[in-house]
């Protein structure tokens, strides 16, 4: 297999893996939304360690980032702006509003872009304005079919948009920076996670020893499609990439309507008219501007990014 078609293969199976991820979090139904993001924080610590062994990267290179305050406080930030991110994924799929993830991650390329005008002054094509404002109309729509803001789409949306931003400050690569953040998330989580147990309100040994490697998994489940993630992104275009993201949320689109049985009244297939037709004009752009880059030189152009949940 040539290795262009090998990167699109790993791409879209760790786009795959995000997809599916809205199956696995209702497996823990027994635990709250918090208890799972506490275990998600400390397996995800040991997923990554395991990681970094297997590839033989070495810790070299830790100590110097725990000793500067430039490069630890965006990582810092970056640790508080995911958590955040995985507590709304894991609390939409949980209360069965997995609809809402989805449509966060359709709509958080646009406000990337729009993040990206904001702090880094980058400036937004005319095509780029159009999805943007697709995009904020879907919005306007969700709210009027949900009966209110759909603030777990905006949280998730906008706390991954900001994650991105906060990462264009980090000098270390994926694995490394993910490695960082999960040890920084480890000891209030485990903290947390002792608590609960001590309190006896903890579900780690109380429910089944299924329920527990569920717990422990779901560090491997966070972990592992970020690490295809980081391969793929060194083998293929960014703007394949960019394409490729749309499976995850199609799948988690897909899997609360049909698999989840969510509601979808017509206003709601309105919104994610919308959403989707904001989407079209964003990959048109994407095309468009890669076979310009071909043909005339780079154009500085938002960087995709992979799903956190």
């Given at each position: 297999?040539?290795?262009?078609?090998?990167?699109?293969?790993?791409?879209?199976?760790?786009?795959?893996?995000?997809g599916?991820?809205?199956?696995?979090?209702?497996?823990?139904?027994?635990?709250?939304?918090?208890?799972?993001?506490?275990?998600?924080?400390?397996?995800?610590?040991?997923?990554?360690?395991v990681?970094?062994l297997?590839?033989?990267?070495g810790?070299?290179?830790?100590?110097?980032?725990?000793?500067?305050p430039?490069?630890f406080l965006?990582?810092?930030?970056?640790?508080?702006?995911?958590?955040?991110?995985w507590?709304?994924?894991?609390?939409?799929?949980?209360?069965?509003?997995?609809?809402?993830?989805?449509?966060a991650?359709?709509?958080?390329?646009?406000?990337a872009?729009?993040?990206?005008v904001?702090?880094?002054?980058?400036?937004?094509?005319?095509?780029?304005?159009?999805?943007?404002?697709?995009?904020?109309?879907?919005?306007?729509?969700?709210?009027?079919a949900?009966?209110?803001?759909?603030?777990?789409?905006?949280?998730?949306?906008?706390s991954?948009?900001?994650?991105?931003?906060?990462?264009?400050?980090?000098?270390?690569?994926?694995?490394?920076?993910?490695?960082?953040?999960?040890?920084?998330m480890?000891?209030?989580?485990?903290?947390?996670?002792?608590?609960?147990?001590?309190?006896?309100?903890?579900?780690?040994?109380?429910?089944?020893?299924?329920?527990?490697?569920?717990?422990?998994?779901?560090?491997?489940?966070?972990?592992?499609?970020?690490?295809?993630?980081?391969?793929?992104a060194?083998?293929?275009?960014?703007?394949?990439?960019?394409?490729?993201?749309?499976?995850?949320?199609?799948m988690?689109?897909?899997i609360?309507?049909?698999?989840?049985?969510?509601?979808?009244?017509?206003?709601?297939?309105?919104?994610?008219?919308?959403?989707?037709?904001?989407v079209?004009?964003?990959?048109?752009?994407?095309?468009r501007?890669a076979?310009?880059?071909?043909?005339?030189?780079?154009?500085?152009?938002?960087?995709?990014?992979?799903?956190?949940?």
């Amino acid at each position: 297999m040539p290795e262009s078609n090998r990167g699109v293969a790993i791409g879209a199976s760790a786009f795959l893996f995000w997809g599916f991820a809205a199956l696995y979090w209702p497996f823990l139904s027994a635990s709250e939304p918090s208890e799972i993001l506490a275990h998600r924080m400390v397996w995800s610590l040991l997923a990554m360690c395991v990681f970094l062994l297997l590839a033989r990267r070495g810790w070299s290179w830790l100590l110097p980032v725990l000793r500067s305050p430039r490069r630890f406080l965006p990582i810092a930030a970056g640790a508080v702006l995911i958590g955040i991110n995985w507590w709304g994924f894991i609390y939409a799929v949980s209360i069965q509003e997995t609809l809402q993830a989805s449509l966060a991650y359709f709509v958080n390329p646009m406000m990337a872009v729009c993040l990206g005008v904001l702090v880094f002054s980058e400036r937004l094509r005319p095509t780029q304005w159009v999805a943007v404002g697709l995009g904020a109309l879907a919005v306007v729509v969700m709210t009027v079919a949900y009966g209110s803001a759909p603030w777990l789409s905006l949280l998730m949306a906008s706390s991954f948009a900001a994650y991105g931003a906060v990462k264009k400050y980090v000098d270390l690569d994926g694995m490394q920076s993910l490695t960082v953040e999960t040890l920084i998330m480890f000891a209030p989580a485990l903290g947390y996670v002792a608590y609960l147990e001590l309190t006896g309100d903890g579900t780690m040994f109380s429910v089944s020893p299924g329920h527990t490697a569920l717990l422990v998994g779901g560090g491997f489940v966070t972990a592992l499609p970020l690490l295809l993630f980081g391969v793929a992104a060194r083998r293929v275009p960014l703007n394949v990439i960019g394409m490729l993201q749309y499976i995850a949320p199609s799948m988690i689109f897909l899997i609360g309507w049909l698999i989840q049985g969510e509601e979808m009244p017509p206003s709601r297939w309105i919104g994610f008219g919308f959403v989707w037709s904001a989407v079209l004009v964003f990959v048109y752009d994407q095309i468009r501007t890669a076979r310009s880059t071909r043909r005339n030189g780079p154009v500085r152009d938002p960087e995709p990014t992979a799903p956190a949940d």
